[in-house]
């Protein structure tokens, strides 16, 4: 199967300073890697993923890096906004059948 | 944007007691999931399928029944449940192809008192 591990469960940052999120796999043979948002009562939702043929990715001030040598992956949030206080989910993945193992969490404020 | 929908919202019932939790997807998504979030886990699949009549053990599928009808609808079965069930229920789906996003439902609280 697969394990993954995820930290810090709790992040407090002040508002325009940047956000990390850390998260490590064990299955070398996890090929996707997708970041899920979680708000107050909603359903997760996919905000960025990687793949394992890339080891970074950027959409706006979302950043993911990937390292598959120390099967670790990262979200990087930049100028954070308190609408990105949120719980963040990292999952890893082995392909067609999409069963996602998921991360613990990362309950994200940010403090205006 | 692809839509999944879960009923019941919520629902209590008592140790011992028989629940189904319903799911319905309108993506014609092949793959359809069932997750439970709990403080501490994240969200931990249940069961899934890759179609009708199909079913797959997830990782956590002690004390869950779970059965594809149609492409469309997914159910997962508690029959003898226990507290330790307590949980949010995720329902998703997924086309397992081309396009590998999971699509999530608004999910079930269930609560066994």
């Known amino acids: 199967g697969e394990q993954v591990e995820q930290l810090p469960s709790i992040l407090r940052v002040q508002e325009r300073s940047s956000a990390s999120i850390n998260c490590t796999y064990e299955?070398?043979?996890?090929?996707?890697f997708p970041w899920y948002k979680q708000e107050p009562g909603e359903n997760p939702k996919l905000i960025i993923d990687i793949r394992s043929n890339m080891e970074r990715k950027q959409i706006q001030g979302l950043i993911v890096l990937l390292d598959k040598k120390a099967k670790r992956f990262s979200l990087h949030i930049t100028d954070t906004q308190p609408a990105d206080s949120a719980m963040y989910f990292c999952a890893a993945s082995t392909g067609g059948n999409n069963k996602l193992t998921f991360g613990q969490g990362t309950v994200l404020s940010v403090i205006p | 944007e692809a839509a999944v929908t879960q009923s019941p919202r919520n629902k209590v019932t008592v140790t011992g007691g028989n629940v189904t939790l319903s799911c319905r997807q309108t993506n014609s998504h092949n793959y359809m999931y069932w997750y439970r979030q709990d403080t501490g886990h994240g969200l931990r699949l249940i069961h899934y399928s890759y179609g009708a009549g199909n079913l797959q053990i997830g990782d956590v599928p002690d004390g869950y029944k779970a059965t594809r009808t149609t492409q469309e609808d997914f159910f997962l079965l508690l029959e003898l449940a226990s507290p330790s069930q307590t949980s949010l229920y995720f329902c998703?789906?997924?086309?397992?192809?081309?396009?590998?996003?999971?699509?999530f439902g608004k999910g079930t609280r269930l609560t066994v008192v």
């Open positions: 998703a789906s997924s086309d397992g192809g081309a396009s590998t996003e999971v699509f």
């Open positions: 299955n070398s043979a996890s090929n996707y």
